[in-house]
């Protein structure tokens, strides 16, 4: 098994297959599991300048796809969760701020610790699929442009070798 991990982690290792990497952890990092994809989007882009923007796209596309996964799961978890019918005032709350607010309440899935579980809530909540995949697309793009900016120009002393 320690073989099998090894091997994995030598096929995954930046930059020989950067994008790809970037790629799958983007995505395992947008659905619950506790996993932060900006180290490994920051590392390629430090290794390879001129990787920027492919980097952004595809980091952008990976945390998109693992938002519409989380979505379709807190989806199904609904369906399950409905059948007990007794909720907690704070958790009627925030039902019913994401009801008022709706697929625009996605932008915000790029926060930590509480984005990738907005995700499963608002499949939980049946909002509209492609709305709530588009706005989270807008705020994980945008997280990604702003995270690595700052660190390669706002602080670029801090991340040299």
Known sequence: MQAWIESLLVALALP????S??????????????LGSEPAVF????????????????A??????GGAITWWMGYGAERVYETVKHRKPVEAKALA??????????????LP???DPLCA????????FWPCVGYMAVGKFARYVTMTALLLWVFPGRFTP
Not at 16 to 19: A, C, R, V
Not at 121 to 128: D, E, K, S, Y
């Open 97 to 110: 701020w994401l009801h008022r607010f709706g697929a625009k309440a996605c932008l915000l899935s790029w």
């Open 16 to 19: 020989k297959f950067g994008l």
């Open 21 to 34: 990497t970037v790629f799958i952890v983007s995505l395992v990092s947008a659905t619950l599991l506790p």
């Open 121 to 128: 809530v608002a499949g939980w909540l049946r909002l509209p």
């Open 60 to 65: 952008t596309a990976g945390n998109t796809i």
């Open 113 to 115: 610790v509480v984005g």
């Open 43 to 58: 590392g390629l882009i430090k290794l390879n300048p001129d990787m920027y923007w492919p980097a952004i796209l595809v």
